[in-house]
Structures are given as C-alpha cells and as structure tokens.
C-alpha cells in the first residue's frame, strides 16, 4: 500500500521554467492538500481539494496552480518559478474532518 | 479561525530524561488538535489526535498529551526520551465543524544527547 507519493522528490529549476509537481494517493481519500514547508515557518497550506474536479486557495497560492481532474491525483503547477519558491513541497491527504492526513515524502524544489 | 503557537523552537533533553514540547491554539469552533512528527528528511508521520474525547490522549512511541480547554493547551509529553526521538514536531490544530483545514505550528526540534 503506497499511500501518497509525490514526484519528482527533487528538482532544480531556472527562473521562468514551469513544472508540474504530480501527487498520487490510493486510499480513496476525499481531500487533497498542497503545503511548503520553510525554515521557521511550519507548514504552509498553498492550495486544497474537498473532492474530484474542486480546488481551493489556502494561505500562500500565489504563483501556484493546481488540478484535480481524478480523484486519486493532485497537481500543482509553477507556470513561471521564482526563487522565492525555494522550497519543500509536501502533498497530503485525509477522508474528511478529523481525520488523520497521510504525507507525501516531498519535493526538495530548487529555483535558480 | 484557528491557529498554533510552539512555544519553542528548539527543545534539547538528555537520553532517559523528560520530554516537554509546549503548544497553545486559539480555536472560534471546539477543535481538533494533532501532533506529528518528522524524521530529517522525511515526511510527516502522525503521533496522536484529540478530537474532543478522553483529554488524555495516548499516542505512538510513548508519547501523550493533555488537552486543557482553560489554557487553551495541548503539550506534548514523554517521561524518558530516546536518541530516536531526535526530530522535528508539529502542533496542528482543526476545528470540529464542517471541512476545516489543517493549522500548523511552526514546529519544535528536539534535540536528544547521549
């Protein structure tokens, strides 16, 4: 049982290049979550999915995209990177309200 | 809204000894709080959830914590620590009413010497 798996786990990026971070979860789980995680500052929520086809914005979405076109997949997309978005990417997800939310093992993105 | 503070950054304990990591939440709705754990370079691995039940939640490798609705706690405790304890933790608080996100802390390292 895989749980969530997150690809690629690291990358390096130019300033303008765009790339895809792609999360798969195979526990039927309604909710998907994006967050990054920097030094100092926890773990933040840059985007979200309560169910197949929605999206949401959390607390840092800006420059980010995301898609749920399958309830299993999560993407989130950097249409144009800056280092500012030098980070640990980590998808998550969990069956609803109060509910344990399963981890990825990260993406260690680097933007140049 | 909800939110988290860790009191701590960083937490440095010696082998055998307590363990303390200090969490207070601020929460409009009755809450959930978590903690979990992760390992340098690893993802994050749940140790315990109190979701409005017994106050005293029991969780993985030893770990407990209590939940103290009058000072707005929930810290964190093991009585001996282990050098695999080494590791960075995260408070995290929800509320108990519809589809509420996931609030982290800005998380404790802890350090274990032998």
């Known amino acids: 049982n895989a749980g969530v798996t997150q690809t690629p786990k690291f990358r390096v990026l130019k300033t303008g290049q765009s790339m895809t971070l792609l999360c798969a979860q195979d526990?039927?789980?309604?909710?998907m979550y994006w967050y990054r995680q920097d030094p100092g500052m926890g773990l933040r929520l840059i985007h979200y999915?309560?169910?197949?086809?929605?999206?949401a914005k959390g607390e840092v979405p800006d420059g980010y995209n995301v898609s749920r076109l399958k309830k299993q997949n999560f993407l989130l997309g950097l249409e144009s990177a800056a280092p500012s978005q030098t980070s640990v990417y980590f998808c998550?997800?969990?069956?609803?309200?109060?509910?344990?939310?399963?981890f990825g093992q990260g993406t260690r993105l680097t933007v140049v | 809204a909800q939110s988290v503070t860790q009191l701590d950054s960083h937490v440095s304990v010696s082998e055998g000894t307590p363990v303390l990591l200090r969490c207070n939440y601020s929460s409009s709705y009755s809450p959930s709080l978590f903690w979990y754990v992760q390992h340098p370079n690893k993802g994050l691995q749940l140790l315990l959830k109190y979701t409005s039940a017994a106050t005293l939640v029991k969780g993985i490798n030893g770990f407990e914590a209590e939940f103290k609705k009058s000072e707005t706690s929930f810290h964190l405790t093991k009585p001996s620590a282990h050098m695999s304890d080494a590791a960075e933790y995260f408070c995290v608080v929800s509320a108990n009413t519809g589809f509420q996100k996931l609030v982290f802390g800005t998380g404790t390292r802890l350090l274990v010497s032998p």
């Open positions: 999915s309560v169910g197949e086809g929605t999206t």
């Open positions: 526990m039927n789980h309604e909710y």
């Open positions: 998550a997800s969990n069956q609803g309200m109060n509910t344990e939310a399963f």
